[in-house]
């Protein structure tokens, strides 16, 4: 059943020519409240833009390199951007609304809730995650928190939609304060950032999130929407 659903999946991203981009994060539930990241974490693309790149070049979105926090090789078109709350789970609406909050004060960008799911850029869920990527090791359970799908235009570098989700069962455990470093990991992948290495002080490395939003992320988002340093 679920392999018929990712077969049609597989099909409609097709038909529709958008690379998807799931971004997975694994926690260990049991000690230290460290995210991991999936073995296959990655970027699902149907779509081969190596013929029309140069043509579509003059429309692309303009994206900066050698940013602190690595980016996808995506963003929005706009700053002003509209979330929809598709949760009634307090503690994971607690924690998104937490991280729109911080991502705005970045500057960089302005998140606005709105009650109109069909207008709106990002869409905040909360769902079971499946168990992806093997136990590290005896004694611990791998679960993933959060995760971020991604569809953007190959053609314009322009993120159309993203949707993330985080795993309420699991976050129900956690603090207030990770719930919001995991939303703000998940949102800072719905506006275009990467994971980021172990050595670059980042909300955007996978085992360890519990920096928040850096000075590297802010610095970087504000390159990604070219509203300065
Ligand atoms: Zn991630």
Redesign the pocket.
């Given at each position: 059943m679920k392999k018929h659903l990712l077969i049609i999946t597989i099909i409609l991203v097709g038909i529709l020519l958008l690379p998807v981009h799931v971004?997975a994060?694994n926690v260990l539930t049991a000690g230290q409240p460290s995210v991991f990241d999936a073995p296959d974490d990655g970027q699902l693309s149907v779509y081969d833009d190596s013929s029309q790149a140069v043509q579509a070049g003059k429309h692309r979105l303009y994206l900066p390199t050698n940013t602190p926090t690595p980016i996808e090789n995506y963003r929005w078109p706009t700053r002003k951007l509209k979330i929809y709350m598709d949760t009634s789970d307090r503690p994971i609406q607690q924690a998104f609304k937490g991280a729109v909050q911080a991502w705005n004060r970045t500057g960089a960008v302005h998140i606005k809730w709105c009650r109109n799911e069909s207008q709106a850029d990002i869409i905040a869920r909360d769902g079971a995650l499946s168990n992806t990527g093997a136990a590290p090791g005896v004694g611990y359970v791998s679960a993933q928190l959060g995760s971020t799908n991604t569809e953007y235009n190959p053609d314009t570098n322009a993120l159309i939609q993203a949707r993330s989700t985080l795993d309420a069962s699991h976050l129900d455990y956690a603090s207030r304060s990770f719930r919001t470093e995991v939303a703000e990991?998940e949102l800072g992948?719905a506006l275009g950032l990467a994971?980021a290495p172990e050595y670059v002080h980042s909300v955007?490395i996978?085992r360890n999130i519990r920096t928040g939003i850096t000075h590297n992320d802010r610095k970087t988002l504000r390159q990604l929407y070219d509203v300065g340093r």
């Open positions: 971004a994060d990991h992948h994971h955007m996978p």
